[in-house]
C-alpha cells in the first residue's frame, strides 16, 4: 500500500485530525483513482471522516483540479466534517457561492483564512458571503491578496466583515439598560 493510499485511508477511517494538500492530485495521491477531473475517491473519503479539525488546501492541489471538482470539494468540505475548526484556502479561482456554502454549512468552523484567490461570482454571491461571515461565530477570518472576477466589488468588505460582526456586538453591549451587560 503506498503512502497515498495510507492518506485516502487516514481519511475515510477518521485517522486524521489535519488534512494538508499542496501538491498536484495525482502527485498527492500517486498509485490511486484520484485524478484532478475525477476526485470521486476523495470525497468519498471525506464524506466518512469524523476526525478532521484542520485543513490546509493551497499550492498546486485546487488549482489543478477543474472547476466542477473544486466546487464539489469546497461543498463536500463544508457539509460532512463535523469536526472541521479551521481551513485554509489559497492559489486558486474559487467560486465565492462555494465559500458562502462552506461558512454557512461549517457550524464548528472557528478559523478561516483565504489568500491569493480569484473570487468568481455575481454581485449577490459576494453579499451572501458578506452576511454568512457577518453571522458565523468565528475566532479569526483572515483574507490575503484576493481579487473578484466580477468589476465593482469592494472586497474590503468581505475582509471586514469579521470586524463588524465584533462592532456590532460591542453596541449591543453599550445599549444595554442599567448600564449592565447583555
Not at 70 to 87: D, T
Request: aromatic content about 8%.
Amino acid at each position: 500500500m503506498s503512502h497515498q493510499h495510507y492518506l485516502l485511508w487516514q481519511i475515510e477511517c477518521s485517522e486524521i485530525p489535519i488534512l494538508e494538500i499542496t501538491k498536484e492530485v495525482e502527485d498527492a495521491f500517486i498509485g490511486s483513482d484520484v485524478r484532478y477531473d475525477d476526485i470521486t475517491i476523495l470525497l468519498k473519503a471525506l464524506v466518512r471522516n469524523e476526525s478532521i479539525r484542520s485543513i490546509r488546501f493551497e499550492g498546486d492541489f485546487l488549482d489543478c483540479l477543474q472547476e466542477q471538482r473544486r466546487s464539489e470539494l469546497i461543498r463536500a468540505v463544508g457539509s460532512y466534517l463535523p469536526s472541521l475548526q479551521k481551513i485554509c484556502l489559497g492559489d486558486t479561482p474559487i467560486f465565492v457561492a462555494d465559500l458562502c456554502h462552506l461558512v454557512t454549512k461549517s457550524k464548528r468552523l472557528r478559523y478561516l483564512y483565504l489568500h491569493d484567490l480569484i473570487l468568481q461570482g455575481q454581485p449577490e454571491d459576494f453579499r451572501a458571503l458578506e452576511v454568512a461571515l457577518l453571522h458565523h461565530p468565528f475566532k479569526e477570518f483572515d483574507m490575503n491578496e484576493c481579487t473578484s472576477t466580477f468589476p465593482g466589488i469592494d472586497l474590503m468588505k468581505i475582509k471586514n466583515a469579521e470586524s463588524k460582526e465584533l462592532r456590532l456586538k460591542q453596541v449591543v453591549f453599550q445599549q444595554c439598560p442599567n448600564g449592565h451587560l447583555c
